[in-house]
């Protein structure tokens, strides 16, 4: 494949603006050439082409946490007067959520989730998911649908003892299960971790169970840090230590573990998460929606640790979220001069680039000859002039998910003009619409 006559902005440590360029994709669908248009119009005359005509072609986007099961949250009414507190939107929202979702609601919410995905430019998502009432072979049903649906997806199952000990043993041995899969039959567009929910629902038990088989594996985590005080305050009174230091103590962190939210850490869980090189996701949407706090994001980043960008189950227009976490910082602090749209980007992009490139096996999130064809072209025409030192500013103020009008994955079109190809979008939507309210109708009887 050949995607030619673009603006090309290549992502990576040290990103170029390439004037009517072109990317080159080979059969296996990697990038074997970037460069003038003209230049590789000669050397590949052959083949499937793609004319941009003069559009801004990027990296396909990554989300580095993300939840597909909460699909049906969407419109679904709460009973009773509106949760106050974190746990509260737990107990009452998604625990139950979770627990009325089957065999096909998992489905559905996957399909509806990747669809949004495609429809967004974002080619890779971490997922953590929760079924349980339906836990074995949960990963692989949503491993179908993103197979089929030709994105890219590192998949687990959150692990917790709220439902007992053998709902938490079912847990492990599904992510157990599901990585020795992708060891079997290895997938280019698939990845596991082992999902873990949160310190406050894990005992230190549960927690050297899955250690033990991670460890077996060579498996990293995924798992909520920190993500309400509630998290801080069980931590203490079960171990006598702060979140970070309990994981820590019990050998879940390190450079193969993403902690999601850490909203509530102090400076010596930082250093912590930074000299392990544990991953620290971060959702400035989901947090403000639950009002839990604000990262500190401003800090983790001067002090070099791995912080990427996820949405925790919003949309997966995660140019959206490029936007709240270029604005709420400047907000919370009364700051205006905290994380700059270069920042960001590198959290959205260089960041998420390096954790989809250590679970994949393969160069992520940037275009460069070696890397995945993993690119996607936008409807985005500047009427300022755009360069490589101030494309991060184009992309906070000026480029939006609505832009993006190709999606393509290892060479493969998955959506173009705005059509997804892979999935039938309105038959999918159509089908939700009639399982969703079954989905509510068992959360309301919990």
């Not at 709220?162 to 079997?184: C, M, Q, S, Y």
Request: glycine share 10%.
């Amino acid at each position: 494949m050949l995607v030619r006559n673009g603006t090309i902005w290549t992502g990576g440590e040290a990103p170029k603006i390439i004037e009517n360029g072109a990317i080159h994709v080979d059969g296996q669908g990697f990038i074997d050439a970037v460069g003038a248009s003209s230049e590789l119009e000669r050397r590949f005359p052959s083949g499937e082409t793609i004319d941009a005509q003069g559009r801004l072609v990027m990296p396909g986007l990554i989300c580095a946490h993300t939840h597909f099961y909460g699909a049906f949250a969407r419109g679904m009414s709460i009973p009773g007067e509106p949760p106050k507190t974190f746990v509260q939107i737990l107990e009452r929202l998604w625990w139950k959520l979770d627990r009325a979702l089957d065999e096909e609601s998992v489905r559905i919410s996957a399909q509806v989730s990747v669809a949004d995905a495609i429809r967004h430019g974002t080619t890779t998502l971490f997922d953590h998911h929760a079924s349980p009432n339906f836990i074995d072979g949960s990963l692989d049903v949503i491993a179908e649908v993103v197979e089929d649906a030709g994105v890219r997806a590192s998949l687990s199952y959150e692990v917790t003892d709220r439902n007992g000990i053998d709902g938490a043993d079912a847990g492990i041995r599904e992510n157990v299960r599901f990585l020795k899969r992708l060891r079997e039959r290895p997938s280019d567009r698939l990845a596991g971790l082992i999902g873990l929910h949160a310190s406050l629902t894990l005992s230190d038990e549960t927690l050297r169970k899955a250690l033990a088989e991670g460890e077996s594996l060579g498996a990293g985590f995924h798992i909520h840090v920190a993500e309400g005080q509630e998290d801080v305050d069980d931590s203490i009174r079960k171990s006598g230590l702060r979140v970070v230091h309990r994981l820590w103590n019990l050998g879940i962190l390190g450079r193969k573990t993403i902690a999601a939210h850490a909203v509530h850490i102090d400076p010596w869980e930082m250093e912590v998460l930074r000299t392990t090189g544990t991953w620290v996701s971060h959702q400035p949407r989901s947090n403000m929606n639950n009002a839990v706090g604000v990262a500190d994001v401003p800090s983790m980043l001067r002090g070099g640790m791995n912080v990427a960008l996820g949405n925790d189950g919003f949309s997966n227009d995660m140019f959206m979220e490029m936007k709240f976490a270029y604005l709420l910082p400047k907000e919370w602090w009364g700051d205006p001069r905290l994380v700059g749209a270069d920042e960001v980007l590198k959290m959205a992009v260089v960041n998420n680039g390096r954790l989809a490139t250590e679970s994949f096996g393969f160069p992520l999130g940037r275009i460069e000859p070696g890397a995945a064809g993993d690119l996607i072209i936008l409807d985005y025409f500047p009427y300022t002039p755009m360069n490589e030192g101030n494309f991060p500013w184009h992309v906070i103020f000026g480029v939006s998910g609505s832009h993006v009008n190709t999606t393509i994955v290892g060479g493969k079109v998955l959506m173009k003009d705005r059509r997804i190809l892979t999935l039938d979008e309105e038959r999918i939507a159509a089908r939700g619409r009639e399982v969703a309210p079954r989905v509510w109708q068992r959360v309301a009887e919990m």
